[in-house]
């Protein structure tokens, strides 16, 4: 992995590539160093997958770089050296790059396109999302990229969002499956619970009070016999989206994305936690992932 002078927004490479389809070598240029907070458009390529693409010039074939580069994101304080193949002295050249980049108060190692691709669409997602950002339990800044990264690195979920991710960009998988997969992955990293119709938390607060946007209650009595994994509300002073609740008395977050529960009395009493396991959901419009 090619060093990098700090504080640039890009650095390049001229490297030679070997065509998947023609079997020739022909020269290009590819990214090294990005800091996303000067080149934000780097953001909308990487969830393209048009980032580091490369062209064959005899055939036009268009071809993935496998070059290791560095993402940096200087507003939110964090670099990550992302190899898109593990390099056979992992060991080692993780070693070196702390020992130069040590000093950055979030130092991570990506060995996947995806993970880069998935936190990018976290925090895209969280960043346009009022509704989730209102309801969210990991914070802001540092401590919700943490809980991102921990997430990237160590759920298991990350396996089936890799292969979803292929699917869909070969077209061998609808792109709602990848939505669902996602919006699942959100409720995995609030720890969300199925929405309980007699709107009780389980430390026995009251949900109908914190279903509110633009400084009024919103009414769910029309909206009981409705919920269901695919439903929204709208505010109808600003047209946001809703889609649950958070206790104020102790900040769990409900949402009927995970379908609904009569009840989390029994759970209460017994003193287990509700599983996320949702009662049957009714159909609804599909209108997009977790939080919409």
């Known amino acids: 992995m090619q060093n990098s002078n700090i504080n640039q927004a890009e650095a390049y490479s001229q490297e030679a590539f070997h065509c998947g389809a023609c079997s020739r070598y022909f020269p290009g240029r590819v990214v090294t160093w990005v800091d996303v907070s000067r080149t934000p458009q780097v953001k909308r390529q990487i969830l393209r997958w048009e980032f580091n693409v490369v062209q064959c010039p005899n055939c036009g074939f268009r071809n993935f770089s496998d070059t290791p580069f560095f993402y940096e994101d200087f507003e939110e ?37 995806a993970q880069i691709w998935t936190l990018l669409y976290l925090q895209e997602h969280y960043k346009a999302n009022k509704n989730l950002r209102s309801l969210s339990r990991l914070g802001n800044g540092e401590g919700r990229i943490l809980k991102f990264m921990r997430f990237l690195k160590e759920d298991p979920m990350m396996i089936d969002i890799r292969e979803k991710l292929t699917e869909s960009f070969f077209g061998d998988a609808p792109e709602d499956d990848l939505m669902d997969l996602l919006a699942r992955a959100i409720y995995t990293l609030e720890e969300m619970f199925p929405w309980p119709l007699d709107r009780r938390c389980i430390c026995g607060g009251d949900l109908t009070k914190e279903f509110k946007c633009c400084g009024k209650s919103a009414v769910l009595d029309d909206h009981d016999r409705l919920l269901s994994q695919h439903y929204i509300i709208y505010c109808p002073d600003c047209g946001e989206s809703l889609a649950g609740a958070s206790c104020s008395s102790c900040g769990r977050v409900y949402t009927w994305k995970l379908g609904t529960v009569a009840s989390h009395e029994k759970k209460k009493k017994s003193g287990k936690k509700p599983q996320g396991k949702a009662s049957e959901t009714r159909p609804g419009p599909k209108t997009g992932p977790a939080g919409s």
Do not use: T
């Open 77 to 113: 304080g964090f670099l990550i050296a992302v190899f898109p193949r593990i390099p056979d002295d992992r060991g080692a050249v993780e070693a070196s790059i702390r020992e130069k980049y040590g000093y950055y108060p979030l130092l991570e190692y990506f060995y996947d396109m």
